[in-house]
């Protein structure tokens, strides 16, 4: 449960060197790095390199994309390793399509490098903590099972299944109240009273919304502002 972003190194592992001893990688977003930033020519692994040849790093749940090795895309921008088979998948990761990460693990998946921001997740919430929100349809949602309890906000996990990387997007949660003006309704005098709902997910827009409110049936000579000719209520109203 930890963002890894917008780091650079002037030679290996723009985002996480790892030399001498072994690592495990559990819902992490690592995006958006850069190794050699002096562009001397002499820098792989923008996401993660795994530098000693008995290193080993095993990554789970986890998104490893969109990194850069020498300015640009390519065969080590996201992954490296010294020795093959120092890094290893533990499955439902989203990495780089050819950019040197292992996506041999139960569900895997892969997307261009060019379509992570946007596709896959969005520009970095400046919150606390920092983090990626994963974009609509981003192939990194629901990846599968896992033993997280919550993301690196707090969220809880799962929501249907694990999210890949450090973010778990959370559902729609509409609440509905009725306000009644003036607190009281006096028997025989108008009154009024006002229906509110609010989205109180963290994430989740809410769409193409229905609510439907019966009028009770002692009431008579009612009025519904906003109501359009069919008596339904506009969306502004």
Known sequence: NTTISGNRAAHHGGGLLVDGGFAAIDGGTIVFND???DADG???????RVQGASDMVTFTHTILAGNRARGRAGPTADCNQAAV?????GGYNLTGAGAGCPSDGAGDRTMPSGAVLGQGVLPLDAG?????????GSPALDAGPCDLADDQRGAPRPVDACDSGAYERQPVDLAIAIYLAGGVAVPG???SYTLAFANRSRDAIASAVVISH??????????????KPDGRVSPES
Do not use: K, M, Y
Request: proline content about 12%; overall charge negative.
């Open 85 to 89: 088979g120092a890094l290893r998948s």
């Open 214 to 227: 019966a009028i009770p049936i002692f009431l008579t000579d009612v009025h519904v502002e906003g109501a």
């Open 189 to 191: 005098h108008p009154f």
């Open 35 to 37: 190794a050699d930033s």
């Open 42 to 48: 002499l820098g792989n692994g923008g996401g993660i």
């Open 128 to 136: 606390s903590p920092p983090i990626h929100p994963l974009a609509i």
